[in-house]
């Protein structure tokens, strides 16, 4: 007997089953997922429905273990699957037997009708000649309406299966039909007429279709939607789908175990891993090495179901349970008690021979070989024998298609002996092999054989089923063993036959029933009943075999004949179905009961019999057609013999004469005109005045100028003459067409405006076009598509043309890098002058570190703040877990403020850092002052007399180097106190005040130590904070340090006083006395104050400067006229800006209050015109608009 599951495994499983801890809500364990994690985040940027969805879906899964939430993923619409990403490299193969390379024992035709257990009421359909997927969630999540699947092809060669693919395609079915074999499932490889609910496809393909687009856009092996086997919309969520190109070499056993799991998945299971691996991958070696077939299968021989029977296990869920709750279990085959034992089919020479999926395809030999449906099944068997050696074996599932080194059953077996009374005697089994033998020598009797599964030192029985089949030799019970006789009665009722056995054996027992009926149908039951498709003649067959092998065979011929109306004719020969065949009166064929007409009668005697005269009395009977119709040869419905109008239509006769129209010289009942006389007598058939005619039917023309009186324009006058030719007759016309007063096309008999100011831009009534309806007609219009009559500003430039310039600038925060540790958070601000707005600028650099020691992870967190116009304060945002943010703020902004903390537990031990790209803004109606022409804004310039586009500022003093003439002499100063202690809560702090323009301040502290060990109340942690005071007397925070010796302070630029504070980091209330020393202070006091104004002419407020400068024309084509009153003496030159603040012409007055300027070479647009005094100060700005 094999051996116990080991101690310690027993424990686990023990300490697995006693935890009744209730269990987290699957949906919590997502908000319990670290910052970042892959799955948390699809599942938080659901849209809300979807959310729900998805929720509602992980809620209803059985505990799911935390480390699936790796292969777990969720689509758009909420739904849960698994991309599985097992490896199947086959770098762990465990088999120690040498396994023959295969050869193709199934036919090309035979692969596609494969069936485990056919009649089932659930199938599972394995799909390997690809698939064209349409209205499936894979095309959803795919973005792809249609997908072409491609065949299952391990050569190459996706148009055919070679011999060693369909061998292979065999052993995948034969080897998922064995994990499924306790189940109510057919496993089948011929596509099932339809899916459903119950119907599923598992799709053995490549992970892109035959147009390259990925068929899922995960490198995994396979995918599955979880838990939706039975679902009415289950279809959609079909097919399961397996990559045979991610699983490692591709072969069978790796597809076969990827294939059952994947189907797994679609019957509610999660993985079988460990508290270290999302997938266990068994343990053992030889042929009992174990792994669970929803963990990763692929290197051992032994696969189950499992319950969370192994060490380390993150996962009790009963598989076979909630498999069987979806599919059902196997109707038991083999009776479990010895009363009712099957008898073992054994031949005349004692032999107990046994087919197997790989040699009997149809399984037409049921004998010797069951199912173990669960771990309590036992089959009885019983056989007779004259005594000697008997050698019996069961061998599991892997007898067929064993020629890779992994067997991927499922049962291991244990065979008990029992003799004639029941009486135990013995039980075989092996703990290095799943097969069971018996060689035992007996006496002559009968015997009982008991197969049941069982466990062993790698696992327990809860998994240990599945198919078995029995093999051996035995002595026979007699020499003398007479064959069975084989008869049989057959009672047939239509198409349908009841065929009752009565064979017997004279010496033994019928053990098993082979019937053939003919039709290519079959039945192993005793006393079968058959319903054959069709009327005909077949032979039956019957093959019956005793229990010790011997057969006899017995043929009948039956005749089906389903005959509804019971006249003696077959239905499937039958003319009239519900009446008598038999009578024919008019011998056509056709019985009497169908027959519509009678064959003999002629009635109108034109040799053409009734039944197929068309015409039964016809007028003509000498001259009718083949059909018996008379003949019409001018088609005009009228039968040649009758016609009066050969040729033409006798059937029209409108003025009802007698004589048809065609033959008719004239219809009196036309008139044409509709003047009251005929056609025959009217003078004027067409006459356009009807109503005013003489007696002959001609039209009245009083004024005798050839136009009738109903047509008269002018009467009493000559309508021929019409000399500006616009249809009304001179005697009568009061406007001469010929003549337009303003030239645009459009005559002043019809013009509405006679003198129009743009005679090429009017409409068809001669008016000026006005497209933007201001009144102002669109050749004279300023502002197109806008209202030329409002001019706020009196600047000559409508208001809907005035267009706001704000002018690009740059600058830059007082720190482009920025670092934290510690505590709290570090800032750094940049101020934009007045009127600045849209500001935009990047914040790079981020990182975080949310693994590994508690103490040692952080996650950098940014958060941006901002003034507006109106001096409000505003949060922009907090941002982390990303590279880069791209910040813009619309509209005027004051001032803006990034702060840098760990968002992570708020206090870093580590320096944080991040970079600030430089700001850029715009200034609304600002000038871009450049004095020295170095590019940079005066009112940005360290130098703004003196060209120097690095801006080098060695100092920081805001003076650039190149008009820096300060000098910073060298200094030191102590604290006043250098040894700093501290004990008990909050902290202690040392102040150091410099003298005015102190800067570049250096120091150290030294001493920091800590003791975090020994009792808690003896623990602490020294830690210092370092702030200062700018010269502006803005208080900045230098950092916070611990944990090291000592920290050098280096504060560059102006510095008013430096603070250094000592606290207890450990729990902010120090017990003992703790201490750091300061050393020196050194620094530099400058001869020269710092530059801290920054005015420029843009802070200049306009509104308080006289208009004075007058533009004309404006908008201006060619050149622009600028007159000035001021002192001609006084102006120095005029500039002229885009609105983008780029100088584009610039020009001397040359003492003149008139100043003329050309503007050929300047684009179309709008700019500014800025005049300047000597000095070049400005003293004015207008806006020109510019159209050539």
Known sequence: MKKSLLSGLICAFILAFTNVNAQNPNSQKVNDLPPGHRFKSAFNSLPPQAKAKAQKWLDALDDVPEEDFEYLDVDQDGSILYADSFSADHSEIVSEESISPATQSISASEIFKLHSKPGASRVVYIDFDGEVLTNTAWNASAGVSTLYARPYDSNGNDSSFDSTEITDMASIWHRMAEDYAPFDVDITTEEPARFGPNVARVLITNRTDANNKLVYANAAGGVAYVNVWGNSNYEYYQPALVFYNHLGNGNAHSIAEAASHELGHNLSLSHDGTSTSGYYTGHGTGATSWAPIMGAGYYRNVTQWSNGNYADSNNSQQDIVEIGKRLGFTADDHADSISSATALVVSSDGSITVTHPENDITNENTGNKGVMGNSTDKDYFYFDTSGGNVSITATPSYIAYNYESNRGSNLDIRLTLYNSSGSLVGTFSSSTETTATISKTLNAGRYYLSVEGEGSSNYNTYGSQGQYFISGNIPAASNNNTAPSASFTSSINGRTGLFTDESTDSDGSIATYNWDFGDGSSSTSANPTHTYPADAEYTVNLTVTDNLGLTNSTSKNIT?????????????????????????????????????????????????????DQEINSPCPNKVDSNGISIDTDGDGVADCLDVCQGGNDTADSDNDGIPDFCDDCNELIDTDRDGLNDCIDQEINSPCAYEVDANGVSLDDDNDGVANCLDICPGGDDSLDTDGDGIPDFCDMCNELIDTDGDGVS??????????????????????DSDKDGVPNCQDICPNGNDNLDSDGDGIPDDCEVEECVAFTTNFESSTLTHSGSGSTSTSVNVPTNGKNVSFTILGFDQKTNGKPDSRYSEEVTVTYVDAAGSPHDYGVFSGTSNVLVNLDGNVQSVTVSLADGYDGNSSVSLEINLSSVEFCLIDG???????DGICDFEDNCPTTSNTDQADSDGDGIGDVCDNAICTSNSIAFAESSLEHSGMGSSSARLTLPTNSRDVSFTVSGLDEYTSGKPTERYIEEITVTYTDIAGNPQTYGTFSRTNSVNISIPGY?????VSLTDAYNSNSSTQI??????????????????DGASVLDTDMSTVDKTIRLYPNPAGNEVHILSEYEPENLGRIDIFNIQGRLILSKVTNGSNKTTVGLNRIADGLYLVVVKDKNGFILESKKLAIKH
Request: aromatic share 2%.
């Open 1055 to 1059: 510095v008013t006083s430096v603070t």
């Open 927 to 933: 000038i871009c002052t450049d004095t020295d022409g």
């Open 560 to 612: 089906t004949c389903l005959d509804s109306d019971n006249d003696g004719v077959c239905d499937s020969s039958d003319i009239c179905p519900g009446g008598d065949d038999s009578l024919d009166s008019d011998e056509d064929g056709i019985p009497d009961y169908c027959d519509s007409c009678d064959n003999r009668v002629d009635t109108d005697g034109d040799g053409v019999k009734d039944c197929d």
């Open 748 to 769: 002043d008999c019809t013009d509405q405006e006679i003198n129009s100011p743009c005679p090429n831009q009017v409409d068809n009534n001669g008016v000026s076009l």
């Open 1075 to 1092: 201490a750091v020393a300061i050393s020196g202070v050194d620094f530099c006091v400058e001869s020269a104050s710092p530059n801290l």
